[in-house]
């Protein structure tokens, strides 16, 4: 006879709890397995020109380049601000990024143009147009000087004199090789401060746009679509540098491919990564978890959903909310994303194996152990006693961004009454003020500082979120809490201050503006009395701040003679600005339970175009809509490799064996922000524009010959 199985008689509890206890141990044993151990190369694949490399290249890949395959690729690339782009014509033609290029519009833009919205084409270059403060750099010039600087470093008696004579050594080889070599110079360092260079660069200011996509296909699907893939981009620009009023004559530039890459193929990219900390302790990273992006993704995350709130709280003002969301919704998915990865306990599990391994080489050498067996525990107590310095001063700290109005206004009026009585030294910087051109935008800023659209709504929501802000940086016992930020709700005390406050209109700060010291701190305004009160204690946190970072500074160098006496330069340094070399593949990855293709085509911009509609951000302008016919949709448009980049690597070239053109680096996926910390080829991707795509619009869609010709013959016709 069958037996039936009846679940009232059976106790599912005892069940259950021993498949919860399986499950937990199946997934602890997986996670303890080798995978979780650190690997050679976590810290990364940006490789200097300094150092080559020649012996990782052969045995990797069986690729064999000399030095001259190296120079070469080096003079072909190029450092702009804040972006990388590289030379692609022997007559001066320079790619970057349509991104990198935004900001340079409204400087050339005529009257009744709208290059955002409807592209610039140079038909000749008499066309070219002039970009104003736009500066190309071209790295000419590496000398080693690491034994000048460490000899001026080790006549320092303790850390504040040894970072004294260091930074006045690097800044009298800059004034002698900026004079030996005419060249604009600068000293850098690469391992934590352990070997330093001069870097001279070769400068170009005479620079002018030849094309520009409009912003629409240039940054297709927007935000929702940023640091993702699959991508439709044509996120490129070019302009041409000049010469004495001529195209410059150029013997390095990388060669267009007309066929791209293929799956698997090896191709480098060639740009200035901003900053990794890869390199970093554990207490570091720990540090970064704890403080500096539990802050920063506290402010952007709140804020973000505030205004998405808002909208439907003052539909009056619903477009603006979402103009101010998409401000900053990059930095927010950025920041957001970058918290999480510092959460993530698989990265911290091979970090701190990394960390063990390096310990262990220094306790293995008495000498080692004697010279630097104290670096960990020095960098452990620095950071602990920033944790302590640092939130006080992120809950005594303005974000123009993220804080209210209410605050802002305070902070500037308490910050210039009390800079009146100081000596120039110990003035702090008023809002607005750092920079080139400090004083002008310092003035617009004290112009606008309560500004005409002035939204009591919104002021009073980021109002909450800065309380709680405070609140969660100083604690709730913290005496200012209790005095300033008290009472039954966030939106109650919000509510208390605001009617206290004589900050909400804008006769009274205009008159508050001419006010003498003394009458501001006489004022009975709670934010004022905040601003006031804690203004000593935030000068003096700074100054501790200072000490405390430079006694760190000098253990973190240690640090990374540590690692160049282990590694050498078979591993590479963190990222600082400096040219780099990245090796990898292209290669698709899973992803939410599918594969993403290595490349992406035509046909699918016009599936996702025509899948929302054309809505906002997948809507196309005019030239697009209609796909011309000669348009080959099957061709590559964007695709995705196992490069190694960062901020600041955007308008990289990305470049094949033979040193030519296969596509333009303009994002990375979501995955790729945990690089910042760790690399880990599994998933993060290096998303770029195939140059099969860029040239099969440019001439197809836009009809622009002669830069479609140069691309391809590599020069003017």
């Known amino acids: 006879m069958k037996k039936i199985f009846h679940f009232k008689s059976f106790n599912l509890v005892p ?21 979780a151990k650190s690997q050679k190369y976590d810290t990364g694949k940006m490789w200097t020109f300094e150092f080559p490399p020649f012996e990782y290249f052969k045995q990797v890949y069986n690729f064999t380049p000399d030095q001259q ?84 470093l080790k006549e320092g008696k303790n850390e504040k004199e040894k970072i004294k004579l260091r930074d006045e050594k690097m800044k009298e080889l800059k004034d002698k090789y900026d004079k030996e070599t005419n060249l604009k110079c600068d000293v850098i360092s690469y391992y934590n401060g352990s070997l330093f260079f001069v870097q001279g660069f070769k400068t170009y200011t005479d620079v002018r746009l030849v094309f520009e996509p409009e912003e629409t296909i240039a940054y297709f699907g927007g935000d929702p679509d940023n640091f993702t893939y699959p991508r439709y981009n044509l996120d490129c620009t070019f302009f041409r540098i000049y010469d004495d009023g001529k195209p410059l004559k150029s013997d390095h530039y990388f060669k267009w491919s007309a066929n791209g890459a293929s799956a698997n193929e090896l191709v480098f990219t060639v740009g200035n990564p901003g900053t990794t900390n890869r390199l970093r302790t554990l207490a570091q990273l720990e540090y970064l978890r704890d403080v500096q992006y539990r802050n920063s993704s506290f402010l952007a995350d709140n804020y973000y959903a505030k205004l998405d709130q808002l909208k439907t709280v003052n539909p009056s003002r619903a477009e603006e909310y979402e103009a101010l969301r998409l401000s900053f919704s990059n930095s927010q998915k950025n920041i957001s994303n970058t918290f999480k990865a510092l959460n993530d306990s698989y990265l911290f599990a091979r970090k701190r194996d990394f960390e063990k391994k390096i310990m262990d080489f220094v306790n293995s050498s008495p000498d080692l152990k004697k010279e ?53 030294d110990e003035k702090q910087p008023l809002p607005g003020q750092g920079g080139p051109g400090g ?41 200012l809490v209790k005095k300033y930020f008290s009472g039954k709700s966030v939106k109650e005390i919000a509510n208390n201050l605001i009617s206290k406050t004589i900050l909400k209109d804008k006769a009274a700060v205009q008159e508050l503006l001419n006010k003498s010291p003394e009458e501001i701190f006489a004022l009975k305004d709670p934010f004022i009395q905040y601003y006031a009160e804690i203004f000593k204690q935030a000068a003096a946190l700074r100054k501790q701040q200072k000490e405390v970072l430079d006694t760190e500074n000098i253990s973190f160098g240690m640090l990374g003679q540590i690692l160049y ?11 600082n600005r400096t040219l780099r070399i990245s090796d990898g593949v292209l290669k698709g990855y899973e992803y939410n339970g599918t594969v993403a293709p290595v490349k992406t085509t035509y046909f699918g911009l016009y599936d996702r175009y025509f899948g929302f509609e054309g809505k906002y951000p997948f809507n196309l302008s005019a030239r697009w809509q209609t796909v011309p016919k000669d348009l080959d ?42 690089g910042n910390f760790i690399y880990l080829s599994k998933s993060n991707r290096t998303v770029g524009v195939d140059s ?23 020069k003017l016709k």
């Open 633 to 674: 949709l099957s061709t590559p448009f964007n695709f995705v490799s196992t490069n190694d980049i960062v901020g600041g690597n955007s308008g990289s070239a990305i470049i094949n064996k033979n040193a030519e053109i296969i596509g333009l680096a303009f994002d990375g996926d979501i995955e790729s922000l945990q």
């Open 15 to 35: 069940f259950l709890f021993v498949l919860l206890f399986v499950l937990q141990v199946n997934a602890q044993v997986k996670f303890l397995a080798d995978t």
């Open 692 to 714: 099969k795509g860029i040239w099969e619009g440019i001439k197809k869609v836009y009809k622009a010959d002669r830069l479609a010709d140069e691309l391809k013959d590599g």
């Open 439 to 479: 004083q002008r935008r310092g003035q617009n800023f004290r112009d606008n500082l309560f500004p005409d659209n002035f939204d009591s709504i919104l002021e009073e929501a980021k109002l909450e979120i800065n309380i709680e802000y405070i609140i969660m940086n100083l604690g709730k016992n913290d005496p």
């Open 565 to 575: 006496k282990m590694y050498g330069t078979s591993i590479t340094p963190d990222a």
């Open 69 to 152: 395959w190296f120079d070469n690729v080096r003079l072909s690339a190029l450092r702009i601000p804040g972006c990388t782009a590289s030379f692609v014509s022997g007559d001066g033609l320079i790619m970057t990024n349509n991104h990198c290029a935004r900001g340079y519009r409204r400087f050339i833009q005529k009257e009744g143009e709208d290059i955002a919205k409807n592209s610039f084409y140079a038909p000749t270059l008499a066309d070219e147009r002039k970009v104003p403060n736009f500066t190309a750099e071209q790295l000419v010039y590496i000398k080693d000087v690491t034994g000048e600087v460490s000899s001026a």
């Open 372 to 424: 630097y067996g104290h670096v960990w525990k020095t960098i452990e107590t620095t950071r602990n006693e920033l944790k302590k310095t640092d939130t006080k001063l992120a809950a005594f700290s303005v974000n123009p961004i993220y804080f209210s109005r209410y605050m802002t206004i305070a902070n500037y009026l308490v910050t210039d009454a009390k800079n009146k009585s100081l000596p120039e």
